[in-house]
């Protein structure tokens, strides 16, 4: 993603071809098309009247100005092509976004088919039956032929190559359509209003036949704005190559919504200024629309012929091609640019997140004419039944943007903000619910067919997001229950509608034969209904299980990771505590070897005897237990290992008394400080020679030594015993191949006087099977949880006799494999010459 800034610069300069009055006409010639010219005599006049709908069209720009201010400021902030999904995704995730996406998609490819099969309604009214060659079928009334077919699959092709290959010329050609859109409606209605003798022509103001006051007509009307405006956020998908700040993309936006304004509203002029002068009001010609053909029954057609002649004609039909124009060029780039950044995202395969050396995401494109070819077939009236529900995926893409600026203006404090955001949420929630509810609104019952296809868009909406959560293997879908309820919503409300609907037009069939036709249908509908609900359940089932097994391993995972957390800070603060000892022991041998150096320096006879020797014993000291000090700095580095069980001995040959002497180095002198009888003892063992870890050895003599220190007062006595219980004897082993092995048993036992340890501690170290529990304890049991983890290594057993105010001892046996004498380094035996 691209970081915001001023100027707007990038090393990519061929990229940054968008000028103002490109983005402008990017904004405005998506939002306008073919029909701003269809919809005065269809939907705005019967409805509402000529004042009624130009007042909805006026407040419903209100309303895409707050929408805009939102996702304007969003624009500023996360400079994306990927427009609304990409700002979904930064502001409530990978869920959220999809369901963005998967709006933004089957609106923009809708109004892309819809004007794609206008230019063949366009030619049947201006040239005939020209097209009507080949094979012929019908499909909901409206009839296919070949070479209608024909023609809409060019016009697709030829955009689709324009957009991918049309390089630099795409912004000046879609700019001069975009202009000629505008002043072409400018220059008719002017035209027409210089030509026309009617007056009163706005007479009556609202419809008066259909049922409802003024203010209900206004208001329907106005729930449909999302179908006029939608595609004018469409320059979302350009921010990345804009040559001006973004922070003027809202004045643009302004601009393009007040442009989008004059252009519905001057043809609903048109229409009700041009009426045949024999009907003596627009409601009167309305009425006879139905027994009219050619350009008569259409109220735009019809005022412009009639007093423009065949030269304003021919300006109606330059300035409709040229909505056609923008609106599919301008919706195949900003759906290719929004299918890249899913692909970029892995909801669609990685070949389409390439793009050209312009930046145009040529694969993208043509996966966009790849899903259209089908369309032809389908008719124009198929098409018509999907555009009337794009008011609703518009709807939920404009709340998704508004919920993202009220969060980010929360955020970051902005009343403001949040006021715009909450505003434009709450908007677009009416937006949503008020035309897809039957009878709620005048005129806003959608059609059988239009109810059926919302529910199969929102079934492979599921169908899909199940796919990506099922295939997503960085775990990023799946995160939110809010978008799990929504698309549960989604699918059983339009699945519900549809079939109400459905069986609301098939009642009169009873009037006509009777109940069985009726049953016949319901029965079918009930059944096609029971399906998709089968489907929905099937499908969130899996969802909703593999959600919860992912929070189960997630759980685990987290309870797994705190216990590690505390593996470690126990490892690593007993690691510290015998760190401390060695470095007391290092400090305490310097110091000695320094004073002994300081009694030469004060004799100046020479130097004596007995500083000599305290001196190299001071060294020879220090040497050993630096030794010991390097391992454990090592040892800190598998923290991770034993908290994993993977810790492995690594047995050497080894004098076992040599481990005691090290031990004892250490603790002389902090046993001296406090007063304590510190004796090490070895019995004498007929096997000295063993393999062990000769460092965790000492670690367990460290452990459990520095723990009777703990309990032992000043004056008290601690005794270190090893001693070798019975005679060597063979284990057959059989690694690699057959071979026997010595062994003996030894025991080590460490007896204190002190106070003794608590009953509760010494059951836990000796009875307890999982040694990992002792970590969650604090103080002694720490260093606890480390021998007893160290002995279970070694496989060997551990006993405490302990007495309150009778001292403690604990036994510890121990099995080792026999090494030979001469396999021991030799410095070890001259270490232990002298040993104890």
Known sequence: MNTPNDAGTSSNNNVRLLYPLNVWALSFGCAVGWGAFMMPGNLFLPHAGPVGSILAIALGSITMLIIGANFCKLAQKYRDNGGFYAYVQQVMGHDHAFLAAWALIVTYLSIIWANATAVVVLVRFFFGDILQKGFHYQVAGFDVYAGEMITTWAVLIAFAFFSAYGGKAKRPIHTMMALLLFFGVVLLFCGVLAMSTNHASFYPAFDPDIGGTPTLQIFSMLMVTPWMFFGYESITHGGEEFRFPIQRTFPIIIGAVIAAFLAYSLPIAIAVIGRPPEFATWHDYLLALSHLQGFDSLPV???????????????LAATVLAGIFTGVNGLYRGCSFLLQSMAKNKLLPDIFAQQAADGTPRKAVFLILLVSLPIPFLGRTAIVWLVDAITISGSIAYAYVSLCRYREAKAENSPSGKALGAAGFIISLFFFFCPIIPDLLLGSTLETESYLLLAVWSILGLIYYWYIFKHDEQERFGKSFSLCTVLLFLNFFSTALWLRQATITKIPLAQMGGYAPVHEVLNQNSSIQLVLIMLILLFMADIFTTMRRREHAMSKLVI????????????????????????????????????????????????????????????????????????????????????SNTLELYSVPTDIRYNL??????????????????????????????????????????????????????????????AQKGFAYHIERTDSQRHFQLYADYELRIKDSGTGIPAEMSNDFVNSSDWEKLFKKIGPERSLAITKHLIKLFHGTVNIITEPGQGTEIIISLTLALAKQSAVPIHLEQETANLI
């Open 301 to 315: 057609f019809h005022g412009v012929e009639s007093l423009l002649g065949p030269g304003g004609l021919a300006l």
């Open 560 to 643: 797994a990771e705190q216990q590690a957390s505390r593996t470690r800070r126990a490892y690593l603060s007993n690691m510290t505590h015998d760190i401390g000892l060695t470095m007391n022991a290092i400090m305490s041998y310097v110091k000695l070897a320094r004073k002994s150096g300081e009694d030469y320096q004060d004799n100046t006879e020479g130097c004596p005897h007995n500083a000599l020797d305290g001196l190299q014993q001071g060294l020879i000291h220090t040497d050993s237990i630096s030794h010991y000090f390097l391992h454990l700095v090592k040892e800190m580095e598998k923290v991770d290992r034993i908290q």
């Open 661 to 722: 002497k090290q031990v004892k180095d250490i603790f002389t002198t902090q046993m001296q400080d406090k007063n304590i009888d510190f004796m090490v003892y070895t019995a004498e063992l007929e096997n000295p020679y063993v393999y062990c870890d000769k460092n965790r050895l000492q670690r367990i003599l460290l452990n459990l030594i520095s723990l009777a220190y703990e309990f032992t007062p000043a004056g008290g006595s601690i005794a270190v015993t090893l």
